[in-house]
């Protein structure tokens, strides 16, 4: 029987996402990633506090805590064996188990980010999340996806209907107008040092 509202739900929350655990741990990984955020992080001031949509194991968020000791980092993830693992890798904050479409915001955060969560999300409940993004944040937005001039959706390791590409944050900013872009960046995955999925990231402020 099926726990969820959509089927994308249900694919990470299940053995899907179990699986996606073993293929998401290593040390090159980490390195591609502490490259990746360093270059975010110097764009904001005073962050004490962090949140993730779809954080998994929490290799950004160990990441985040080395780069912001002092930030508390709290995480939402819906995958129960993740959650195992997530619970070592933040700092201070809280773990929401739970899908991203259940969360409700209890206290703002200082950033708020997600990083290839929002393209395997149902585009129906985008608008929703939208929201959830803006009204947990105090301050910075970050979306770091795979982007696409227009929606498209592409086959995902055999399986149809779990891969999306789109503007997010371009969806973002015209729904809530106040945001302002302060940055954004590029990670590709033929990068001599630091490669990553050809990721496409959009630092905002409200």
Partial sequence: ?????????????????????????SPELLASNTSFFSRIIEHVSQVNSILEFGANIGLNLSVLKTLLPDAESSAIEINKKAVEILRNNINKGKIYHQSILDFQVDYQRDFVFTKGVLIHLN??????????????????????????????????RGHEGYLFKRDFAGELMNEYPSLKLIKYGFAYHGDNNFKQDDITWFLMSK
């Fill in 123 to 156: 585009p129906e409940e985008l608008k929703k999340i939208y929201k959830l993004l803006f009204d947990s944040s105090r301050n910075y937005i970050c979306i770091a996806e795979y982007y696409n001039p227009s929606p498209v959706s592409i086959p995902y």
């Fill in 1 to 25: 029987m099926e726990k969820y509202k959509t089927k994308q739900e249900n694919f990470w929350a299940g053995e899907f996402g179990d699986e996606y655990i073993s293929r998401n741990m």
